[in-house]
């Protein structure tokens, strides 16, 4: 039998037949995923891009409701922000508060959006997440990451052809459990789980197509450390935990190794842990 030209085996035959038909398909599925601006060139309504508005799904998830594309964000204005992200003040007679979004990638009728949330109390929630678009509604899909400021809040978000790359904010606890610490609840209990607690922050590259977030890095943030010189180390746990991150910040930040961030753990375990 030929085979462009070539003489094959019936077997050679119906193999490179099945390895075309697989490669069309994974084409096929490679095509339907945009990213960044293609995506975003999506993300409209009525030939407008989504108005803000639209995106403020509820912070209850038993609660949340698709939104109706064709009522939301009615005379409220909506522009770009230095960003270039998509931002509107709520409007009057809802309280202050600001919301603004990027669009990152689209698969289908599904988009991954970046979103950030000022309620116009303390809290500053910020999030990546699936929405979905679909017969003049909006309606949130599924939560990649996201919380409120130091408390897994996002920031330096990029997209590329393929992935999205994130910061997310990291209290103590957060990153003794990056470096692998299982924290005894007694110890953790001492430690500051508060929305200003940052004492870092963790680098994250999401997969779209998989769905995965893989951890690249976690860099200590230079004002972290609020422990005086010299301190001692066996106050509290907390107390402890800053003055082992003390020397290990440098001024410009730079990311742990994955070695320096076991050591950290080691020494927190060692030091915060076993000695109290």
């Not at 005379?75 to 922000?81: E, H, Q, R, V």
């Not at 200590?220 to 935990?241: H, K, N, Q, Y």
């Amino acid at each position: 039998m030929f085979f462009g030209g070539v003489r094959t085996s019936r077997t050679s035959y119906w193999l490179v037949a099945t390895l075309a038909v697989v490669g069309i398909a994974g084409c096929h599925a490679t095509s339907r995923l945009r990213m960044g601006d293609a995506a975003a060139e999506a993300f409209r309504f009525r030939g407008k891009p989504i108005h803000p508005m639209c995106l403020n799904f509820s912070l209850e998830a038993a609660s949340d409701r698709p939104i109706s594309l064709a009522t939301c964000g009615q005379g409220t204005p909506a522009s770009l922000d230095s960003r270039g992200w998509w931002t509107a003040d709520f409007p009057p007679g809802e309280g202050r508060g600001r919301i603004s979004y990027r669009v990152l990638a689209a698969e289908g009728d599904r988009f991954l959006v970046a979103k950030d949330l000022w309620s116009g109390g303390t809290g500053q929630f910020s999030s990546l997440s699936w929405v979905r678009v679909r017969n003049g509604q909006i309606a949130d899909d599924a939560t990649v990451h996201g919380g409120d400021r130091c408390a897994g809040g996002l920031s330096h978000v990029v997209v590329d052809s393929l992935h999205v790359r994130y910061d997310a904010s990291t209290t103590p606890l957060d990153i003794l459990r990056l470096a692998g610490v299982a924290v005894p609840d007694s110890i953790a209990d001492q430690m500051r789980f508060a929305y200003g607690a940052c004492d870092g922050y963790a680098t994250y590259v999401y997969d779209p197509v998989t769905g995965d977030s893989r951890l690249v890095a976690v860099t200590l943030r230079a004002d972290g450390p609020t422990v005086p010189s010299g301190g001692s180390t066996a106050i509290d746990p907390e107390t402890c935990f800053e003055a082992l991150i003390r020397g290990r910040v440098t001024e410009p930040a730079k990311a742990l190794t994955p070695a320096e961030l076991s050591a950290l753990g080691d020494a927190f375990e060692k030091t915060c842990i076993r000695a109290r």
